[in-house]
């Protein structure tokens, strides 16, 4: 049986108001921090979920897993020595 938006908001909005919380805190410490050239492929993908999670598309889950997904190898086998 589905639920209906309020009953979701009802059960999920005090953990979900903590995370984002948590990643509002995250940016803060980086913002407070020294970046390094380094820093900027992990930061942008971070941005880019944030976009996901922001925009007016289906998915977002999805969507926010294969942005941080491995693009296949078909030699990982050899690469993980397996």
């Given at each position: 049986m589905?639920?209906?938006?309020?009953?979701?908001?009802?059960?999920?909005?005090?953990?979900?108001?903590?995370?984002?919380?948590?990643i509002a805190a995250f940016f803060d410490r980086l913002d407070?921090?020294?970046?390094?050239?380094?820093?900027?492929?992990?930061l942008q993908l971070l941005c880019d979920g944030c976009g996901i999670l922001n925009d007016d598309e289906p998915d977002k889950a999805a969507r926010v897993?294969?942005?941080?997904?491995?693009?296949?190898?078909a030699q990982w086998r050899e690469q993980f020595d397996i």
């Amino acid at each position: 049986m589905s639920r209906t938006s309020s009953e979701i908001l009802s059960q999920e909005f005090l953990q979900t108001r903590a995370k984002i919380l948590e990643i509002a805190a995250f940016f803060d410490r980086l913002d407070a921090a020294e970046l390094t050239e380094s820093d900027s492929g992990p930061l942008q993908l971070l941005c880019d979920g944030c976009g996901i999670l922001n925009d007016d598309e289906p998915d977002k889950a999805a969507r926010v897993q294969l942005l941080f997904s491995r693009q296949y190898d078909a030699q990982w086998r050899e690469q993980f020595d397996i």
